[in-house]
């Protein structure tokens, strides 16, 4: 059973836009704060940002001023916004619950190389 469901990776130059997307169920949306995680070739899963169900947000300090996290409440999607892409932002990127998450989904690649 498909929970979660990741989109809107590519391949972009450095300082390029992207926005990703992340459809979750009724059951795993519902009442939670939402996050975006990535994880890039050889490291660890990391937190990047996440936003709560009232719309508090958070960010880690490598997607402060660049990423923007929203979610529409009534599409059960939560969304990142990506900007002034830099190679290090390469990862696959996944959504989850910040509590208790669910299993994880298959992610979408972000890819910025020149």
């Known amino acids: 059973q498909v929970q979660l469901v990741e989109s809107g990776g590519g391949l972009v130059q450095p300082g390029g836009s992207l926005r990703l997307s992340c459809a979750a169920s009724r059951s795993i949306f519902s009442s939670n704060a939402m996050g975006w995680y990535r994880q890039a070739p050889g490291k660890q899963r990391e937190y990047v940002a996440h936003i709560t169900s009232g719309g508090s947000t958070n960010y880690a300090d490598s997607a402060k001023g660049r990423f923007t996290i929203s979610r529409d409440n009534a599409k059960n999607t939560v969304y990142l916004q990506m900007n002034s892409l830099k190679p290090e932002d390469t990862a696959v990127y996944y959504c989850?619950?910040?509590?208790?998450?669910?299993?994880w989904g298959q992610g979408t690649q972000v890819t910025v190389s020149s």
């Open positions: 989850n619950k910040i509590i208790h998450p669910n299993s």
